[in-house]
């Protein structure tokens, strides 16, 4: 669970980020979870965005996401969210405490 500092840190390096999951039409599907997955193993922090052709809303869309990766949902802006999941191989990003 991250403190509201650690959330702070995390989201002001989310705002510089350029969304590259896209969720659309089909939802969460199995290969967004995996793509997330990977992503999320090498980058530590993404930023995906639920596209106006999802029929489901962007807050439930991050959360399942989040649920069914084992990573933290930072934040939901508008239709932007932000993920974050430690690397077991290769820590980058070092929260404060």
Not at 5 to 19: C, D, H, S, W, Y
Not at 58 to 80: D, H, M, W, Y
């Amino acid at each position: 669970m991250l403190k509201g500092k650690q959330k702070r840190f995390l989201r002001a390096m989310g705002n510089e980020m350029v969304p590259i999951l896209q969720v659309g039409k089909s939802g969460i599907t199995e290969a967004v979870v995996t793509q997330t997955n990977e992503t999320i193993e090498s980058r530590e922090l993404i930023k995906g965005r639920v596209l106006q052709n999802c029929a489901e809303e962007p807050k439930s869309v991050a959360a399942v996401l989040a649920e069914q990766t084992g990573s933290e949902l930072v934040q939901v802006i508008g239709r932007n969210f932000l993920l974050y999941r430690p690397s077991k191989d290769k820590p980058m990003i070092e929260l404060p405490k």
